[in-house]
Nanobody, 126 residues
Framework: QVQLVESGGGLVQAGGSLRLSCAAS????????MGWFRQARGMDREFVAA????????YYADSVKGRFTISRDIAKNTVYLQMNSLKPEDTAVYYC???????????????????WGQGTQVTVSS
């Protein structure tokens, strides 16, 4: 069982930056793909980005491509989400999760992930 803890959220003005962290523990992570999702109030949880733990392959939602960067530090068992050029529509609770699925076409689906953290709030003011 993997345990995940997110941190790094906060209040930022439009155009600003934040870096989210997801600290993982409980299992070896070489077989996991890690994902970031977000959920705005009253909306469904949506895919943001994913990274394969072993190979470092990355995947992004179109809405964040070119602005967000997902990365991982294997030694620290931590995944990061660097968010630049933030927009008010990026406001949401951000979650990280893990999956052992290796079909990249499924990485945008929240249903294949587990070990969800408690989330961290990101608020972007206009």
């Amino acid at each position: 069982q993997v345990q995940l803890v997110e941190s790094g959220g906060g209040l930022v003005q439009a155009g600003g930056s934040l870096r989210l962290s997801c600290a993982a523990s409980g299992r070896t992570f070489s077989t996991y793909t890690m994902g970031w999702f977000r959920q705005a109030r009253g909306m469904d949880r949506e895919f943001v980005a994913a990274i394969t733990w072993s190979g470092g392959n990355t995947y992004y939602a179109d809405s964040v491509k070119g602005r967000f960067t997902i990365s991982r530090d294997i030694a620290k068992n931590t995944v990061y989400l660097q968010m630049n050029s933030l927009k008010p529509e990026d406001t949401a609770v951000y979650y990280c999760a893990a999956t052992t699925t290796r079909m990249s076409s499924l990485y945008t689906s929240a249903s294949i992930y587990g070990g969800w953290g408690q989330g961290t709030q990101v608020t972007v003011s206009s």
